[in-house]
């Protein structure tokens, strides 16, 4: 793990505590709150894709991963999660892989590649739209604390 990717996961550590922890009560609800989120405004200035899929790493029960596969004709994101993972997702770990999708990024993608300077800016703006500009404010204090490029 590079510095730039240990240092950016500390600085959204925050995010996995009062005030701001906050769990889906199942897979289905996570779904149906990626399907909001995708259709909003805020998510087509940043991505062109219309569809987001949360579905079991079969590869791999220890990480997550995002891409894109194409369906009818059309791509489509996918965030495949971890078996070991709770049955009841972090609102954050979810947030944190649509930053990955809406960058394109795929399984093929280094993990430094993946949390670079493009990452980290596009992840304040999502921490801001999802959580809010206190959220976003105390994430940007942490990457600067934490020597995170953006």
Known sequence: MTDQTSQLYKSEAFLRKPPYLFRFEDWLAAQIWIDKAVSSAFWRKHSS?????????????????????????????????????SLRPRLDAVQHELVHVALGHTEE??????????????????????????????????FLKWGVEF
């Open 49 to 85: 894709l219309r569809r987001v899929y949360l579905v079991p790493n079969k590869y791999d029960k220890k990480k997550w991963m995002t891409g894109g596969v194409p369906v009818d004709g059309r791509r489509v994101g996918v965030i495949s999660h971890p078996r070991r993972t």
């Open 109 to 142: 993608i280094t993990n430094a590649e993946s949390h670079g300077p493009d990452f980290a800016r596009l992840d304040l703006a999502f921490v801001r739209h999802f959580f809010g500009k206190e959220a976003e404010a105390e994430l940007k204090a942490r």
